[in-house]
């Protein structure tokens, strides 16, 4: 065990299912794991229409808990359990009250951006899904690069 009680040997987490393997990243060397806590609601915002029936419109909110963030996903992902060797998992920087309340004001925000509002759209945020989400950190000659194992993106890593 390193002296960062973050960084584990090994840990088994729930996972948001990866598309992109730790062993197919292309590295000059090793390839290091991290993994970002989140949180996945399902969400409907019902916004009064005088004269016609509500309108609904869903949307699925993936909230980073360790870099603050909510953005909006195209599905709710599946989730597995698995062993992660030699990773650093990340604290959740925001409790479950919090990342709720950070869901709701992101739905209110997308609803006000898409449609022509009379009245406050009612917000219902289904049970959330608690999972995290995987990084593979891959040496490359111009620098280390952060990979999205879902989406398999790509970013330079800072730090």
């Known amino acids: 065990m390193t002296g960062d009680d ?9 996972v948001v299912e ?4 730790r062993e197919s990243v292309e590295s000059a060397g090793r390839v290091g794991a991290v993994a970002y806590p989140y949180l996945v609601y399902r969400a409907t915002a019902t916004i009064p229409r005088r004269f016609l029936d509500d309108r609904e419109t869903e949307y699925v909110v993936s909230l980073d808990r360790s ?3 909510a953005l909006r996903a195209d599905e709710h992902p599946e989730t597995e359990q698995r062993t ?13 009250e919090q990342a709720r309340e950070m869901a709701r004001d992101a ?4 609803t006000l951006r898409s449609r022509s509002l009379g009245g406050a759209p009612d917000i219902d945020l289904a049970e959330s899904v608690a999972a995290h989400k995987l990084f593979w950190i891959a040496d490359r000659e111009d620098g280390d ?5 879902v989406t398999g993106d790509e970013r330079p890593l800072e730090g």
């Open 67 to 69: 870099r603050r963030l």
């Open 18 to 21: 990866p598309a992109i393997e």
């Open 107 to 110: 739905v209110f925000e997308w």
């Open 145 to 149: 690069v952060l990979v999205d194992s």
């Open 84 to 96: 992660v060797e030699d990773v650093l998992v990340l604290p959740a920087e925001v409790s479950r």
């Open 6 to 14: 973050r960084v584990r040997e090994r840990a088994t987490l729930d």
